[in-house]
């Protein structure tokens, strides 16, 4: 695990040396990372596509889960919460442990369904997901492993999808239109360097909820068995 933490720590390193040289000659230093962009802000919104690093590991000694650190190194999410693979209650948390959304797995339904909770007090208001992720199956001849919506007004829901079906390790996630929302896929040092299929980069656009992102990355992991 050590080694790990090692090359983890390094390729972030070097990503966030590559990103300020670029920032540089385009005269936009004032632009890397605002501190805004990683204070508690109820939207998570950037006007630039962020990079962040996914380690399908928790910090918490003996837990299931996983850490998101930002391009900084610093980390940012965390899901550490729960004892065992497939969980059905899931708890996706910022770095001081405030918890952003919890993630049900619903029973009683024909295929795998998860909703996801914003949590922004004490209670949870149950009646209104932030989104719902509904497994499909290839043999239906869905093009999707999950279709996703977003939103609890049913008159007007943004609807997303996750493209992958050969690889749990690398996928999209795009909007009705099929604009590109985020992707995670496997990291790689700036060597070029593969790291482990448990450390991934997720690449989100501008503009985009950062922490909803998150939420819908979590539940394809949980889909995917890899937490």
């Known amino acids: 695990m050590l080694r790990w933490m ?4 390094t390729a972030i390193f070097k990503g966030k040396k590559k990103k300020l040289k670029q920032n540089e000659e385009q005269g936009e230093m004032g632009k890397v990372h605002p501190q805004a962009l990683v204070s508690p802000d109820p ?4 006007s630039e596509q962020e990079s962040f690093t996914v380690w399908m590991k928790s910090l918490v000694l003996s837990r ?3 850490t998101v650190f930002d391009s900084d190194g610093r980390v940012v999410y965390r899901v550490d919460n729960y004892d065992s693979k497939s969980s059905n209650e899931v708890h996706l948390m910022d770095f001081q442990g405030k ?4 993630i049900l797995r619903k029973k009683f339904k024909l295929l795998g369904f998860w909703e996801g909770y914003r949590c922004g007090g004490s209670e949870i208001d149950r009646t209104k997901p932030g989104f719902q992720v509904r497994k499909t199956l290839r043999f239906l ?13 049913k008159n007007q829901p ?13 996928y999209k996630i795009v909007d ?9 896929k ?4 700036a060597s070029g360097v593969v790291l482990g299929e448990d450390v991934m980069t997720l690449m989100v656009e501008p503009f985009i909820d950062h922490s909803l992102i998150m939420g819908l990355v979590v539940v394809y992991s949980l889909i995917s068995s890899k937490m």
């Open 99 to 102: 918890v952003l959304y919890t």
């Open 141 to 153: 001849g869905g093009d999707s492993p999950c279709k996703i919506t977003v939103g609890s007004d």
């Open 43 to 46: 939207c998570y919104l950037s």
């Open 186 to 189: 496997r990291k790689q040092s």
């Open 6 to 9: 090692y090359l983890l720590s």
């Open 158 to 170: 943004c609807q997303y999808r996750i493209e992958s079906w050969t690889s749990k390790s690398a």
């Open 176 to 184: 009705n239109r099929g604009a590109l929302i985020a992707e995670v």
């Open 64 to 66: 299931k889960g996983c």
